[in-house]
């Protein structure tokens, strides 16, 4: 970690020298004064997606159903193959379609089917729950089991059984000695988040791929907290599968379309679980029975949503003109300087990092934790003007977006941060939860 220093001046010299400092200015910022660390859930609106949106609405209103032979049919390979280019996958691998969550159902059932005689899937329990969940209803629906009583999902006497790896200390790293030894000859997919959700740890996607290769597994990672945020290499590190989101690191917008990576060499192999016409041969010939489009296609399903499919596709742009090395670059910058701080003004009010502390073990974003935490992101919110976001049991969620974050943001950020504790502000707040957090 480099040498930093907690006054302001220092803050502003490192914004000074950076190269992604001119990359705010294509963002629409309607307050300056507000801090906002959430990037990492929700990332902020271009000003050219805001112009593109109009526009899409104008095309809609003007062309009707003309807008499909334009630029709209082809969009979501055409996004997909844009969206390739910083995941590290060649054309033809990527498209645009639905949420993580269906894409997930899509690709994990189709690994799981290609390999029926194998019955273990293999995950851990820093992974984002709604990944969980689909996987538990995945074994439920494959094995043809009654739910257990607690909703585990866990297969019971069912034939697919879910295991979930344990972190080893307290949900910052998982066990990887724990999942090596998992990963057996039994293993039909390991499913992972490249960053985990809480504390930000970044997977070794090469290892982690190659250990499951070599028992036979299939591997299938979420890169919804990694798109746009890290370097990653899809082909390079042969990776079977992959899903992710479009509204954090790439600011796509709320709901904006997922997207989903299926490896050439598994295209014709692989049968998604839900047949739509989008993803029949010939659409337009409006067969009775479905075929298959070849290539990636064929896991599309449904009509695309167009307007916020068309809004992300410009804002995408950024990240492709600034590229993912210098992204990474600035964004180990931010962490260390973050954790810098939280060891410096933070821990004598009790503060601790929820976060890897090697940059090269951490995405970008970093937990601080503390028993308060809700109370005190409540404060942050209501009273500060600065906007993280909390994730149980007491985590302080802070996310930073090279594009648009600065120094001087983070430093005034902790400031505020401190003051709230330092002033007992939070102690006002009720410990009731509001519905979003």
Known sequence: MPT???????????????????????????????????????????KAAAERAKQVME???????????????????????????????????????????????????????????????????????????????????????????????DGGEGKYELIRIPSRDNDITPDLAALEAAINEDTALVTLSHVTFKSGYLYDMRRITDLAHA????????????????????????????????????????????F????????????????GWWGQKNPFDFDLDYTPAPGVERFLAGTQPMISLLTMETALEPTLQAGLDAIRAKSVLMTDYASYLTDTWLAPFGFSLGSPRDSANRGSHISIRHPEGYRIARALIEEMNVIPDFRAP???????????????????????IRRVVEERRHEKYPKQKLTVT
């Open 4 to 46: 930093f220093s907690p006054s302001l001046d220092f803050a502003r010299r490192l914004d000074s020298l950076d190269p992604l400092a001119s990359c705010r200015d294509q963002f629409l910022i309607t307050d300056p004064s507000l801090i906002y660390l959430d990037g990492n859930s929700l990332g902020r609106m271009t």
């Open 59 to 153: 095309e809609w209103g003007h062309d009707l159903i003309r807008g499909w032979n334009k630029d709209w049919w082809d969009a979501p390979r055409r996004v997909g193959d844009k969206i390739g280019k910083l995941i590290g996958a060649a054309p033809g691998q990527v498209i645009v379609t639905d949420t993580v969550s269906i894409n997930l159902f899509k690709l994990a059932t189709a690994a799981l089917t290609l390999q029926p005689h194998r019955k273990r899937i293999i995950t851990d329990t820093l992974n984002f729950p709604s990944d969980l969940y689909i996987l538990q209803g995945i074994v439920h629906l494959l094995s043809n089991a009654s739910p257990s009583p607690r909703g585990r999902g």
């Open 215 to 258: 028992k036979g597994a299939l591997v299938l990672w979420d890169l919804s907290h990694s798109a746009g945020a890290v370097p990653i290499a899809l082909d390079d590190c042969n990776a079977d599968l992959a899903v992710g989101c479009t509204y954090k690191y790439l600011n796509g917008g709320p709901g904006a379309p997922a």
């Open 260 to 275: 989903l990576y299926v490896n050439k060499k598994l295209q014709e192999k692989l049968t998604s679980p839900i047949w």
């Open 394 to 416: 007491h985590n302080l969620r802070l996310g930073f977006a090279p594009l648009y974050t600065s120094f001087a943001e983070i430093w005034e950020g902790f400031d505020r």
